[in-house]
């Protein structure tokens, strides 16, 4: 559920660790793999929600799909990965610690919201998988084996269509993108953050970078 503080305990010891802004069109070609529920929430976070007429939260619709627009107009693929149970309570806690420091009693979008975000990703052809448990070590492994976390999605034709259609091309960058920074304990590779799709840029913490800059083995974070 995330280690409080650990962002500013890299950027104070490992500073060469973070890059700050940027620019996504640098990263043309990789693969963003999106811990799901986080960001689902995350757009549920936002000041002066969108609604439909009757009244019903849409931000996780225009999320969904801005993030899609922004990340395929400089040619990053995008994967989601959707918590297995517990996914309500890990977003509600996770996120709201990201946005706020507490859990402070925050409330996780209902059942529908995840559907939805699930059909529009399918739409779209977004591959998208369901943990069987929580995201976050799917997530980091994706960072080293994507082939397999994308097989596994059972995605839908165009997904499988994009996916064949790279098949030969060499292995892509992938990235895992969450504000979960346990996907470094995890083991991913790179951890993308502060993704801002207005002026397309985003923060991107190195693993490797860390240890060395630490000067300490994957064993020795982790513990």
């Known amino acids: 559920m995330g280690v409080k503080g650990l962002r500013k305990i ?11 802004g940027v ?3 640098e990263l043309a070609g990789s693969v963003f793999v999106f811990d799901a529920s986080l960001r689902i929430f995350k757009w549920s976070l936002v000041k002066n929600a969108r609604e439909s007429p009757d009244g019903t939260p849409t931000n996780h619709i225009f999320g969904a799909f801005a993030m ?5 107009s400089v040619k990053i693929r995008s994967v989601y990965v959707f918590d297995g149970a517990p996914a309500e309570e890990k977003a509600a806690c996770g996120a709201a610690r990201a946005a706020a420091r507490d859990c402070g009693g925050a409330k996780s979008p209902d059942a529908r919201v995840w559907d939805e975000t699930r059909e529009l990703l399918d739409l779209l052809g977004v591959a998208h998988i369901t943990a069987d448990g929580e995201a976050d070590p799917v997530v980091a492994m994706a960072t080293h084996t994507l082939v397999d976390v994308v097989a596994a999605a059972n995605a839908n034709a165009n997904a499988a269509a994009n996916a064949n259609a790279n ?3 060499p292995p892509p960058h992938v ?3 969450t504000d979960d920074l346990d996907a470094l304990a995890f083991g991913a590779t790179h951890v993308v953050l502060d993704i801002d799709c207005l002026h397309k840029t985003a923060t991107i913490i190195s693993l490797a970078d860390i240890l060395r800059d630490m000067k300490m083995t994957q064993a020795q974070f982790v513990d």
């Open 10 to 20: 890299i950027e104070k010891h490992a500073p060469a660790a973070v890059r700050t």
């Open 167 to 169: 098949a030969n091309a």
């Open 68 to 72: 899609t627009d922004c990340l395929r």
């Open 175 to 177: 990235y895992a993108v």
């Open 23 to 25: 620019k996504l069109a």
